[in-house]
């Protein structure tokens, strides 16, 4: 099975996530709560893939989850990340896949969703 970072500022969030990864086999290795965390604990740990908040407060180093994308994939064009946007942020899906995101997830989360993303990527 997959080994899975989590980034979300919201707490709540990851836990949800965590627990529908963790059912489906998969390792959580990782947990950032904003952009810059993700950045060097992607370098850390190298996750086979990333499911990362679009929208979180910014940092020195990444002003959102669109920006830490670009920093992790400029550093390992191979990264698999999946965005996590709520509805209604379509201009973001749309530059995160830009960006080079493979996929997204719409919150709040559909555990069959984020299982086809997980089965798909990991």
Known sequence: MGTIMI?????FMRAVLKKIVLSAGHEVVAEAGNGDDAISQFQ????????M???MPPG??????????RQIVAC???AKVVMCSSMGQQALIAEAIKSGAKDFVIKPFQPQKVLEVLSKYA
């Open 7 to 11: 980034v979300d500022d919201a707490s």
């Open 44 to 51: 850390s740990v190298h996750p086979d893939l990333v499911l």
């Open 53 to 55: 908040d679009i929208v």
């Open 60 to 69: 020195p180093k990444a002003k959102d989850g669109i920006e830490a994308l």
């Open 76 to 78: 390992d064009p191979t």
